[in-house]
């Protein structure tokens, strides 16, 4: 007999339905939407969102990986919080298209953001 579960009483979500969720900086400023996953192969981890950045923040249209470690789910916005502030962004580690990531590239990311790389 095969087991059916309803996707909305399980504390999971498919990859398609984080995309294009809001993520709410340090000052509840929106800083922008999910964009995609970056997940480790091997190890099945998320590394990093990648965050497709709010016009209202006037920082240019490049994509910013954040890691995961730095949001927290808010199940009644049905957004994630982090801590980080429009000017980190600025200064932040970012990309113009579709990439190969390296573990080293991956690493420079945490340690921008004081996380650590939790998959190695």
């Known amino acids: 007999m095969t087991q059916e579960y309803e996707p909305n009483n399980l504390n999971v979500i498919d990859s398609d339905q984080v995309q294009g969720i809001k993520i709410f900086g340090s000052k509840s ?7 995609k996953l970056v ?3 091997a190890k099945g981890h998320i590394c990093f969102v990648i965050l ?7 920082i240019g249209s490049d994509l910013y990986p954040i890691p ?3 949001l927290s789910y808010d199940e009644t916005a049905d957004s994630y919080l982090t801590g980080l502030s429009k000017d980190q962004l600025e200064g932040a580690p970012r990309y ?3 990439r190969t990531w390296t573990e080293d590239q991956a690493a420079h990311i945490h340690d921008y953001y004081g996380v650590s790389t939790y998959w190695f």
Do not use: F
């Open 29 to 35: 400023e929106k800083l922008g939407s999910i964009d």
């Open 39 to 41: 997940i480790h192969k």
């Open 52 to 58: 497709r950045p709010s016009d209202e923040l006037e």
């Open 68 to 70: 995961w470690d730095t």
């Open 96 to 98: 113009h298209s579709d």
